[in-house]
């Protein structure tokens, strides 16, 4: 049985339709990593299965449970981490490590065995006795992940969790939630950070209720829309990038070029070796420092995406 | 049956540790009204007394040529004097003097006796005197004119009984349950509903707006508890507070202002929890209603000027019109008024105020379950 399954969820705020028809299959164990603009729906998807806003249509399975039949039964199997730091700040870690455990029925000797733990495997002890307003960002984080798996939930909804905190700390969080979904937990995370994408095993892209991608993170790089068929990727490293590019441009073979960072991302005819648009470039006056064949990143993928839309959405407009 | 209240330990747990974190709100929020305690008690007087009076004595001029009489018109201003109620601070020499002191507010009472007074008392006919009272103060103004017609009655009688008679009706007034008339024995049992709304009201109504704008009201939502579990949860802690409260209200009100308590106290205790309830679910009520906390802030204020103006503790509720006597009836301090004053005025029993009690009780569980409905709408 998947940990999450949606059949045409949907979801309208009078006549705005912020989720559309969505449907997508989680299944145990996985780290699904939801992706799309802000505003797109993002938010809205985790609300409805976590059991806090109602659906307007379709339907949404968490572990077998329909979300909208049974949301009671739904809740002891999830945590909820949101995006914007939400226990009490003027409680300490331990009150509001022992408020959670209350809150989702555990009693002693269980809740004292715990909340032990989730200090122990957090290492938060020397903050016990802090009020959580007082932690930095990222042990803020580790106490809303503690308090958040207390109750042993399968499935951990975790809403841009990484937002505003220091990369060590953002490492270090994922690195828990790698070792998390070795034991079992199914992770459904939000994040704006590639990096973060890029070490998904699933992910599914929405853009404005809409879900226009889903898929593992080779499967998306394979689409057609990102590297169409009779293409491939090059960067050019190159000095000048921006004279570079208008000159790339020019070149007809060259489908489509970008600048990343000191560098040039192009498509090409795959019909085209690596030393003729070497050869090329040098002829247009490019200084190339170095060439090499690309595999898209995921940022192409969904900036390729979000355009390919775009342009359709003008289309359909005009 | 118990599940609904899923959740109720551990809200409660959590709330107790806010309140204690919060400790100096929690403070001003039980000294305030003890400050208003003191300031009702100590300086508000009902009774009537030593009103700023002008007299204008034309009789008494036309006898003697000086301002102040001799005589019967004389005689009849020491009466006044001598009742407590007027103070006699000047004597005028026309009616225009006498109006202006009226209309600058330094007289609440102006006398006029006419130059014909002494005259027609001689011969026997009736002499007019008249006393201008200024309307502006209700109360004050009543006093006067109560006091003023029973001193011309009281006058009238003893020159036409001849000496020896009796007088043929005799009615002696004896002030029950508060037989010096003292203020503070009227005023602050009174008060005491208003002191407690003030502070239940506004501590729940904060309660779950707080969580709204912290956003950790979501947090709270993804877990098992429920919206009765969460309300009674928030209640509690606060429930224990306003006990306290009124446990010290009753102390200050018995031993600094020593106003005796005729009725049992323990009573008043268990009626006054049911009072207190209705106040603490009206607070979560408009807690789930509005969005910020000044918002909150302003509709408990709301709560307050009709509980002070429509539930008898200034006006008697009888003296309302038809339609306010009917809204007084939806105020939860109408029924306290009765409770808090029956028991410490009149020693009133259980078999006298249980039906008080148990309206606030029903309207409480009432308003609590409106609350939980309209908390359980707002999330799914």
């Not at chain 1, 505003?39 to 806090?52: A, C, D, E, P």
């Not at chain 2, 107790?16 to 000294?31: E, K, P, T």
């Not at chain 2, 002030?175 to 208003?194: K, T």
């Not at chain 2, 106040?279 to 302003?298: R, Y």
Request: hydrophobic residues 45%; proline residues 5%; contains cysteine.
């Amino acid at each position: 049985m998947p940990a999450i399954v949606t059949e045409n969820l949907t979801r309208r705020f009078g006549k705005f339709t912020a989720v559309d028809r969505v449907n997508f299959t989680v299944e145990r164990g996985e780290v699904f990593g939801f992706l799309g603009p802000n505003g797109s729906g993002k938010t809205t998807v985790i609300k409805m299965l976590i059991g806090i806003l109602p659906l307007t249509e379709g339907k949404a399975f968490v572990d077998g449970i329909d979300v909208s039949a049974d949301p009671e039964s739904v809740r002891h199997r999830i945590g909820y981490m949101s995006q914007k730091f939400s226990l009490y700040d003027d409680l300490t870690v331990d009150e509001n490590l022992r408020f959670y455990g209350k809150a989702y029925g555990l009693r002693n000797p269980e809740l004292e065995k715990k909340i032990r733990e989730m200090i122990e495997r957090n290492a938060l002890g020397p903050y016990v006795d802090r009020q959580a307003g007082r932690l930095s960002g990222g042990w803020k984080q580790r106490l809303a992940l503690s308090c958040a798996l207390l109750h042993d939930p399968t499935i951990l909804y975790l809403d841009e969790p990484t937002a505003g905190i220091d990369p060590v700390a953002r490492r270090k969080l994922w690195d828990l939630l790698f070792e998390l979904s070795g034991q079992g937990i199914t992770f459904f995370v939000t994040t704006h950070y590639m990096d973060e994408a890029e070490r998904c095993s699933h992910l599914a892209y929405i853009y404005y209720g809409r879900l226009i991608a889903d898929g593992t993170p080779d499967s998306l790089r394979a689409l057609p829309d990102i590297t169409p068929s009779g293409s491939r990727r090059f960067e050019i490293s190159t000095a000048n990038v921006t004279s570079a590019l208008r000159k790339a441009r020019a070149v007809p073979f060259v489908k489509s070029a970008t600048i990343f960072g000191r560098s040039i991302h192009a498509l090409v005819k795959d019909s085209i070796t690596q030393v003729e648009l070497e050869n090329e470039l040098r002829a247009r006056d490019i200084e190339v420092e170095e060439i090499r064949a690309l595999m898209p990143s995921l940022e192409d993928v969904f900036v390729e995406l979000t355009y390919k839309k775009q342009k359709e959405a003008e289309v359909a407009n005009a | 049956m118990l599940s609904l209240f899923r959740g109720f330990v551990a809200v409660s747990y959590k709330e107790a540790l806010h309140m204690r974190r919060d400790s100096m709100a929690i403070l001003f929020a039980l000294v305030v009204p003890l400050f208003e305690m003191i300031i009702l008690g100590a300086a508000i007087d009902t009774n009537v007394r030593q009103v700023p009076t002008a007299v204008y004595d034309q009789s008494g001029i036309m006898e003697t040529g000086t301002t102040e009489g001799t005589g019967d018109s004389r005689a009849l201003i020491d009466r006044f004097r001598n009742s407590d109620t007027f103070a006699v601070y000047r004597y005028v020499h026309s009616d225009r003097e006498l109006n202006e002191e009226m209309v600058a507010g330094r007289a609440r009472v102006g006398i006029k006796i006419p130059y014909d007074f002494d005259r027609n008392l001689v011969r026997g006919d009736s002499a007019e005197v008249m006393v201008m009272v200024d309307g502006s103060d209700s109360t004050v103004a009543g006093q006067a004119v109560n006091v003023s017609t029973s001193i011309g009655l009281d006058e009238s009688m003893r020159r036409v009984l001849s000496s020896g008679q009796q007088m043929p009706v005799d009615v002696r007034p004896k002030m029950m349950f508060n037989p010096d008339s003292r203020s503070p024995n009227f005023f602050l049992p009174g008060l005491m509903p208003v002191l407690l709304l003030m502070v239940t009201v506004t501590l729940t109504a904060f309660s779950i707006v707080r969580e709204k704008e912290r956003g950790t009201l979501e947090q709270l939502l993804v877990t098992p508890v429920r919206p009765l579990g969460l309300m009674m949860g928030k209640l509690m802690p606060y429930f224990a507070l306003s006990l306290f409260e009124t446990a010290v209200i009753l102390v200050f009100m018995r031993y600094a202002f020593q106003v005796p308590i005729h009725g049992s106290v323990p009573l008043l205790i268990l009626l006054s929890t049911c009072y207190l309830f209705v106040n603490l679910a009206t607070g979560m009520l408009i807690s789930t209603k509005a969005n910020s906390q000044s918002e909150a802030m302003q509709l408990a204020t709301m709560t307050l000027l009709p509980s002070i103006f429509l539930s008898g503790y200034i006006f008697p509720v009888d003296n309302m019109p038809q339609i306010f006597q009917m809204l007084s009836k939806f105020i939860p301090a109408t029924y306290m008024m009765e409770i808090s004053r029956g028991v410490i005025l009149r020693s009133a029993g259980l078999p006298e105020l249980w039906l008080n009690a148990l309206k606030l009780f029903a309207s409480g569980v009432a308003v609590l379950l409106i609350a939980a409905n309209r908390f359980r709408k707002m999330i799914v």
